[in-house]
């Protein structure tokens, strides 16, 4: 497919959806997908699936079908203190951070370390005051605590930090039980979580056609007790998958469609959001997966197909620094990904491929969306607008400056943060500094005034139960 550069945004057509649809049943019903879960692998052989091998299952298309009438379309994540925060019905798009970073990119040093437990309480107060971000991830692998429970911790320092809506992940199947119940104390019991669902569960599946027992337990229980989740598959292209964008696309799809039909066996209804990314390329250059290709629109044109809430990829970067390259990165990826329609958009500061976490790359993505934000909005035309009366009224050499349309309507316009309109001289009396240390700055003005709005005490004490206990289960 060639594009014009100045045409509008890639969209696939509806038959080459249709393509990769048949593609990926064809998939399933010829070649089988990997359930490495019992229960799975009964609930789909009374379905009509068949079964060989132990755990080979090959799905007939008609239990997808069956499945694609039940899934809601539409989705709604509440706030902390119960209400609506973010409608995922396909007409717009949210923002947030990623997880589980391996390294931070310290912004007062420079310099690349491991994290700890307070870079994770820095990182969602900053996430807590921007505007722009609108659900919060975990955003570290901290060091200094156990890992095998560290996603405890995690959601612990979330819940105490902001009220906004989360993704969270669960490493084993143990902590996705932990989290549910810190998630129950926090919004107030069984009910409250099941009618205002304030945070869903980041599934990652290690490909399209193998899929473990850890996620498999938790897609089973989270769909039993009406907690959202994304059933995420993720095969790199030219590795574990195929290395065309549309194999690619089809092979980890039919993982996604497996997840859907599991969903709605074990409940109807089930809310689960769809990825609007690939696994990412494998690049045959650095032998590392790309997490910012071009060649990113097929999948959310299958997204949009299905009409599922999806769950997309931006504001990443390949570079190593907070630098043009991770600006342009994230600038691009983002258009990208709030043009082809996608309901969450994560992974707002990352550098090096998704191992790093920048509170500096954060600030400039936080001002990306406000940009992007401003570039959907319908621009107004009316007579208010259009100011006819006042341009009579003016005349053809007037100058419209002191003029009480322009006081009234000046500030409709979008006006920077971070990035500088000024002139060179003034931009020099201020230090000249560039966009990366101006954004280094807020984030040290963010840390040194915000304060989060935490839960009551109570709540507190029962997260802090929580975590106790599952240090308990590691000594």
């Known amino acids: 497919m060639s594009t014009i550069i100045g045409s509008a945004f890639p969209q696939h057509s509806k038959q080459d959806c249709e393509m990769i649809h048949q593609a990926s049943l064809e998939i399933l019903e010829r070649v089988g997908v990997r359930l490495h879960l019992d229960e799975a692998v009964q609930l789909l052989e009374r379905a009509g699936a068949a079964v060989s091998d132990g755990n080979l299952v090959r799905l007939p298309p008609r239990l997808v079908e069956r499945a694609m009438d039940t899934v809601p379309k539409e989705l709604t994540l509440f706030s902390r203190g119960g209400d609506p925060a973010m409608v995922l019905d396909g007409s717009r798009s949210y923002f947030g951070p990623g997880s589980d970073c391996l390294n931070i990119l310290d912004h007062r040093t420079g310099t690349r370390r491991k994290p700890v437990l307070r870079d994770v309480v820095d990182g969602i107060r900053i996430c807590d005051d921007l505007s722009n971000i609108d659900f919060v991830m975990s955003l570290f692998l901290p060091t200094d605590v156990d890992g095998t429970i560290a996603d405890r911790y995690q959601l612990q320092i979330l819940l105490n930090n902001t009220t906004k809506p989360l993704i969270f992940v669960a490493y084993e199947f143990a902590g996705c039980l932990d989290a549910v119940e810190m998630l129950r104390a926090a919004v107030g019991g069984v009910e409250a979580l099941e009618n205002n669902p304030m945070a869903a569960c980041y ?129 691009l990826t983002l258009i990208v990904d709030v043009l082809g329609g996608s309901s969450l958009i994560h992974d707002l500061g990352y550098l090096e491929s998704g191992l790093t976490f920048s509170f500096t790359q954060l600030l400039l993505c936080n001002e990306i969306v406000s940009w992007v934000k401003a570039l959907t909005q319908p621009t107004e035309v009316s007579s208010r607008t259009l100011a006819v009366d006042v341009v009579e009224s003016i005349g053809p050499e007037g100058q419209f400056l002191e003029t009480d349309h322009t006081l009234s309507y000046y500030r409709e316009r979008w006006y920077p943060s971070l990035f500088d309109r000024s002139t060179f001289e003034s931009w020099a009396d201020r230090g000249g500094k560039d966009l990366a240390a101006r954004a280094a700055e807020e984030v040290d003005r963010i840390l040194e005034t915000h304060q989060p709005c935490n839960p009551s005490e109570g709540v507190e004490r029962n997260l802090q139960s929580i975590v106790e206990q599952a240090e308990k289960s590691v000594r």
């Open 203 to 331: 599934i990652n599946v290690p490909s399209g056609l193998v899929h473990n027992e850890d996620s498999l337990q938790k897609l089973l229980y989270l769909s039993k007790i009406g907690v959202p989740f994304l059933y995420i598959p993720s095969s790199a292209g030219g590795v574990k998958g195929p290395v065309t964008p549309a194999g690619t696309v089809a092979f980890d799809n039919a993982g996604v469609l497996v997840g859907l039909v599991l969903s709605q066996l074990q409940k109807e209804g089930s809310s689960v959001i769809i990825p609007s990314m690939t696994g990412g390329t494998f690049d045959m250059k650095t032998l590392v997966s790309s997490y910012c290709e071009p060649e990113r629109t097929l999948a959310h044109s299958l997204g949009r197909y299905y009409g599922l809430p999806m769950f997309g990829l931006g504001g990443a970067s390949e570079s190593k620094a907070a630098d043009g390259q991770a600006a342009t990165e994230a600038a």
